[in-house]
């Protein structure tokens, strides 16, 4: 990659971070303003909207079209464990995340990844788990607005002033589309500098649709984890993590398995689902404790780390 190549991908890369922590702060006021008009928990408001990925959706059905397994199932498995590992370990460590999640809710985010393996029961992932998924989908959601009711996330001495501004409906409705629109706009310029950093390196198809793409696409991630928390929002940004989890491994899967059924590779089977089930269960246990600190977001980024090179290392 000549010298000028790579000066633009950190350009994009740089500017892609500043739309989105912009974006994140509007997409917060937008978040909080629709839970206080609805009364409903920020949590739950969170964990809906924030984890629709119109760009990992996109990304995952093209390369499923084109017959790119790794790619397709990558933006799910490898998604995931970016999520449960590097947003939720990579913010505990700039930001410690307080937050006290119903049971319901964790027992959700664990068993979740679980039924993921649904859809890799056969060489092809059959349509009708695809179904299966996305029924599971509609009932989780539903199971998480229903345990927020009346569940006290935090100390109410906890929330910034910020998040307790009261904003009519339409402009709360109105700061959470701009909010992801813009998100969705920087999180493309970040995976754009992100990709172009790492396309003339010569990796395996299994790391690169595992673990760089998810990571490229994903980069913003970590921005939507650490602002909230920043401001006092401990629960949109657990909501963020969960919700978004949830989304990949059941909607985006669900989706995936039946509008194009991909070819589910060895390694899929034998080590980024089995990876994905534990990486959310410790993440799982982490959270159950109320308090996400920098120890145990060391131990999450150290546990991607290692699937990093287990991926690089495998073929």
């Known amino acids: 990659m000549s010298a000028s190549s790579t000066l633009l991908a950190l350009v994009l890369f740089a500017a892609g971070v500043a739309v989105v922590v912009w974006a994140t702060e509007r997409l917060l006021e937008g978040l909080v303003g629709i839970a206080m008009v609805l009364r409903v928990a920020p949590f739950a408001v969170s964990a809906v909207l924030s984890g629709m990925e119109a760009e990992n959706v996109a990304v995952g059905l093209a390369a499923g079209s084109r017959g790119a397994a790794e790619v397709a199932l990558g933006t799910v498995f490898g998604g995931g464990i970016f999520m449960a590992c ?6 505990a460590m700039i930001v410690p995340l307080r937050v006290r999640l119903p049971r319901r809710v964790l027992v959700l985010f664990a068993a979740a990844p ?3 393996g649904l859809p890799l029961i056969a060489g092809t992932t ?12 509609a009932v989780t959601l539903v199971e998480v607005l229903r345990a927020s009711r009346r569940h006290t996330f935090m100390e109410s001495g906890e929330v910034a002033e910020a998040g307790e501004k ?11 589309l701009l909010g992801i629109g813009a998100i969705t706009g920087g999180g493309e310029l970040v995976a754009s500098g992100a990709t172009r950093l790492i396309t003339d390196v010569g990796l395996g198809a299994g790391l690169v649709g595992m673990v760089l793409t998810p990571a490229a696409i994903e980069a913003e991630e970590v921005i939507r984890q650490v602002v909230p928390a920043r401001r006092g929002r401990h629960d949109v940004s657990a909501g963020n993590v969960v919700g978004t989890l949830l989304w990949f491994v059941l909607f985006n899967l669900g989706l995936l398995a039946l509008a194009t059924p991909v070819r589910v590779p060895r390694l899929t089977r034998e080590l980024d689902y089995p990876f994905l089930v534990g990486a959310s269960w ?12 920098r120890t145990a ?8 780390v290692a699937y990093a090179i287990l991926r690089g290392l495998l073929r």
Do not use: C, D, E, K
């Open 297 to 304: 977001g060391a131990v999450l980024v150290a546990l991607a």
């Open 166 to 176: 009261r904003r009519p409906l339409w402009l709360a409705a109105l700061l959470t």
């Open 282 to 293: 410790l993440a799982t246990a982490v959270l159950a404790r109320g308090r996400v600190g």
């Open 86 to 91: 590097v947003a939720l370990g990579l913010g």
């Open 114 to 116: 679980v039924l993921a």
């Open 126 to 137: 059959p349509r009708w788990t695809g179904a299966v998924l996305l029924l599971a989908f």
